[in-house]
């Protein structure tokens, strides 16, 4: 049992070049969720998908795309990146949205020159 | 905007001390209040959560305390130990049609032996 993993762990990029963030799990969970944690910041919320074929934007959606492949993974994708998206991103899933425990993979450091 | 504001930012106790994490809210339409707990290079986990219906929860160490009228929870470590050092997040949740957790900025925790 792997629970949630994430490719690639670190990530440099330079302004303008686009890439995705691999997320997958073996839990058998219906909601999948990114979030980005910067300092201070605590973890914020980009895209999160409450079941197999539905996406929905979070609190911080802009410059970012996300598309649920299918039940196991949930791909997040830059198509220009910023400096201002330098961050720790990290996946998580839940049997269901709401009050269900969500499980955190290790996360991936991207940094945007 | 942060919505659940976790105090302080940082934090050393010594081994065996109490450790005391507070946070804050405004919405009170929040109805589940999980902490996660972060190690380096890992993503959070969830420690203990509690629901605005009772007013405190202990599990081994951990004693989550919940003052609905003055909008405030707070974390309890007792005996702190060095393996306690972390990054704790507080948290809230709308149970509503998002379901998205609003995270505390966080508080890094160092236990000295």
């Known amino acids: 049992n792997a629970g949630v993993t994430q490719t690639p762990k670190f990530q440099v990029l330079k302004t303008g070049q686009s890439m995705t963030l691999q997320c997958a799990q073996d839990?058998?969970?219906?909601?999948m969720y990114w979030y980005r944690q910067d300092p201070g910041m605590g973890l914020r919320l980009i895209y999160y998908?409450?079941?197999?074929?539905?996406?929905d934007k979070g609190e911080v959606p802009n410059g970012y795309n996300v598309s649920r492949l299918n039940k196991r993974e949930f791909s997040l994708r830059l198509e220009s990146a910023a400096p201002s998206q330098t961050s720790v991103y990290f996946c998580?899933?839940?049997?269901?949205?709401?009050?269900?425990?969500?499980?955190f993979g290790p996360g991936t450091r991207l940094t945007v020159l | 905007q942060q919505q659940v504001k976790q105090s302080p930012q940082s934090l050393i106790v010594q081994k065996g001390g109490i450790s005391i994490i507070n946070c804050a809210y405004e919405n009170t339409a929040f109805d589940y209040f999980p902490w996660y707990q972060q190690f380096p290079g890992k993503g959070p986990a969830l420690l203990i959560a509690?629901?605005?219906?009772?007013s405190e929860k202990k599990e081994g160490r951990f004693t989550i305390s919940f003052n609905k009228s003055a909008k405030q929870f707070s974390l309890h470590i007792m005996d702190s130990q060095p393996g306690d050092s972390a990054t704790y997040f507080c948290?809230?949740?709308?149970?509503?049609?998002?379901?998205?957790?609003?995270f505390g900025g966080g508080t890094r925790l160092m236990v000295k032996p």
């Open positions: 948290a809230a949740l709308l149970n509503n049609a998002g379901n998205m957790l609003t």
């Open positions: 509690i629901r605005p219906d009772v």
């Open positions: 839990m058998n969970h219906n909601s």
């Open positions: 998908s409450a079941s197999e074929g539905t996406t």
């Open positions: 998580a899933s839940s049997y269901r949205t709401g009050a269900d425990t969500q499980y």
